[in-house]
């Protein structure tokens, strides 16, 4: 299979499932604690799906403030400094068209320190080659399945240490 997907070989998805926001938010701050730098996670799901519910968890990983984490509906871009290293939460919720600046997102998303993505998915095809994608899914009540995929071997390695402890 020479043509395959990196992405699908085995070791690189990894399925979760939650019961709890608690216990979303844990798989974020293991992802922050496993963090070493120029990471970027997109985050895909619906409303209340619990994307920000893990980038609380991703904050308290990286020593920032988690209590400062919120659903930003009208600015783009929050920067959480004072952790181990900066986080740069972006919300493409209100993302409309392909109107992206994409000189502004390729500094935002590939920066020093971690950057995670809500609406992944409404960003342009090939704007975040190089990330760890995870989807949130309902699976009833207040449980979730979460798929994390690995493009990229710095995400690979990253999805592999936050896993492993
Ligand atoms: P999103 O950013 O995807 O819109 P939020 O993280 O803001 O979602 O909200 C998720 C909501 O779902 C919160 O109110 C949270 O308490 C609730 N919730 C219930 N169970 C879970 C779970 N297993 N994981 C994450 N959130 C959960
Ligand atoms: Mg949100």
Known sequence: MPDADPSEVAGHVRDVETSRPEDTEALGEALG???????????????????TC????????????????????????????????????????????????????REVLYGEGVAAVEWFDRLPPGAGDEVLLVTLR????????????????????????ALST
Do not use: C, N, Q
Request: no cysteine; glycine share 16%; hydrophobic share 40%.
């Open 33 to 51: 604690a496993a963090a070493r730098g120029r990471e970027l996670l997109g985050l895909v799901g619906e409303l209340g799906a619990g994307k």
């Open 54 to 105: 893990l980038v609380r968890g991703l904050a308290r990983g990286l020593g920032a403030d988690p209590e400062r984490v919120h659903s930003p509906s009208f600015v783009m871009v929050t920067e959480y400094g004072g952790g181990r290293l900066p986080l740069a939460h972006v919300d493409l919720y209100r993302l409309e068209g392909p109107r992206v600046d994409e000189l502004f997102l």
């Open 138 to 161: 309902y699976a009833g009540g207040d449980r979730r399945t979460i798929r994390l995929e690995a493009h990229g071997a710095r995400h690979v390695r990253w999805l592999d240490a």
